[in-house]
């Protein structure tokens, strides 16, 4: 079946610090990519999704590539805020509609 | 805020309970779906309405069910609750058709099953 792997958390940074958070996938089929942000007390946001090899999604500064040979979907962000600490969540879907597989989750935490 | 709002906020029941958890949907959205949140994990999707009608279900028994109204707000029945029911069930909906298929998520019903 699908499933996600993301990189365990928590991730401390320095605010303006690089950011990488790695995710990698298994899927039957050609799935859609995407990254979710959870901020404290609030439901799921799409942040990026990328939907065929070699896209590149990017919002707010963030960008992932959708690597099709690594089976990758690697979170970045050049200059990280501490309006950026949230947790991320790595997902994909396959048969399109609703029904997302996320992975477990990365909190991001920043610090000044 | 997405639009997508979620009744009650917390919930508590005891084991062997029934509750309902309910979701109005971001105005003109005709798709909801629901996921469950443990602690310390991602969202796993539990099954999705359409029109009224279940048209996808993941890895949950039957004592998880749903209900999908006109007005396209929905609900969540959980019978028989058991321990690890308790997580935070999050409320998503979408257009279907629509040529970005984008998800707005509300913000959860956190249930504690003692």
């Known amino acids: 079946g699908d499933s996600v792997t993301q990189m365990e958390g928590p991730v401390t940074l320095s605010e303006e610090a690089f950011l990488t958070i790695n995710c990698t996938y298994t899927?039957?089929?050609?799935?859609?990519l995407f990254w979710y942000v959870q901020y404290p007390g609030e439901g799921l946001q799409l942040l990026l999704k990328?939907?065929?090899?070699?896209d590149k999604g990017s919002n707010k500064g963030f960008e992932a590539t959708y690597r099709k040979e690594t089976t990758s979907f690697h979170l970045e962000k050049g200059s990280v805020q501490v309006s950026d600490s949230a947790v991320y969540f790595c997902?994909?879907?396959?048969?399109?509609?609703?029904?997302?597989?996320f992975g477990t989750g990365t909190q991001l935490k920043v610090e000044l | 805020e997405t639009g997508v709002t979620q009744s009650p906020t917390h919930l508590i029941k005891t084991r062997g309970q029934q509750v309902t958890l309910r979701c109005s949907s971001q105005?003109?959205?005709?798709?909801v779906s629901w996921y469950q949140q443990a602690l310390g994990q991602g969202p796993q999707f539990i099954f999705q309405y359409y029109r009224e009608e279940e048209n996808g279900r993941g890895n949950f028994p039957p004592r998880f069910s749903g209900l999908q109204f006109p007005n396209y707000s929905s609900e969540l029945n959980v019978n028989a609750l058991e321990l690890d029911d308790s997580a935070l069930y999050l409320c998503a909906s979408s257009l279907e058709g629509a040529r970005d298929e984008k998800l707005f998520f509300g913000s959860g019903t956190q249930l504690s099953v003692l």
């Open positions: 990328a939907t065929k090899a070699d």
């Open positions: 899927a039957t089929g050609y799935p859609s």
């Open positions: 105005s003109g959205h005709n798709t």
């Open positions: 997902a994909l879907t396959t048969g399109g509609g609703n029904k997302l597989t």
